[in-house]
Nanobody, 125 residues
Framework: QVQLVESGGGLVQPGGSLRLSCAAS????????MGWFRQGPGKEREFVAA????????PYADSVKGRFTISRENAKNTVYLQMNSLKPEDTAVYYC??????????????????WGQGTQVTVSS
């Protein structure tokens, strides 16, 4: 089983920045694509960003393009989400996920097999 643990969430003012981290452990593979999803209050869980093991493909949701950056350090089994210019609508629980589809860069919930428990991000003045 693969365990994913998110950290780095918190309260930030609009325009501020946060960096989320996701540490993987257990029987994980460095070839697994990794992704970030979020679920705001009263909303469905939605795709945010994804990255292949090589780091070569990084699709983003239109709502975060130019503001968020996904990256990973395979030696540390860790994926990051740098969030800049945060907006109130970014308020959500952010989830890290891993996919067994190592040859692709999944962007849909059903394409992911392992999930963390989430970290809260609140953007408010």
């Amino acid at each position: 089983q693969v365990q994913l643990v998110e950290s780095g969430g918190g309260l930030v003012q609009p325009g501020g920045s946060l960096r989320l981290s996701c540490a993987a452990s257990g029987r994980t593979s460095s070839s697994y694509p990794m992704g970030w999803f979020r679920q705001g209050p009263g909303k469905e869980r939605e795709f945010v960003a994804a990255i292949r093991s090589s780091g070569g493909r990084t699709p983003y949701a239109d709502s975060v393009k130019g503001r968020f950056t996904i990256s990973r350090e395979n030696a540390k089994n860790t994926v990051y989400l740098q969030m800049n210019s945060l907006k109130p609508e970014d308020t959500a629980v952010y989830y890290c996920a891993a996919s067994r589809a190592f040859s692709t860069t999944p962007t849909r919930i059903y394409e992911y097999d392992y999930w963390g428990q989430g970290t809260q991000v609140t953007v408010s003045s």
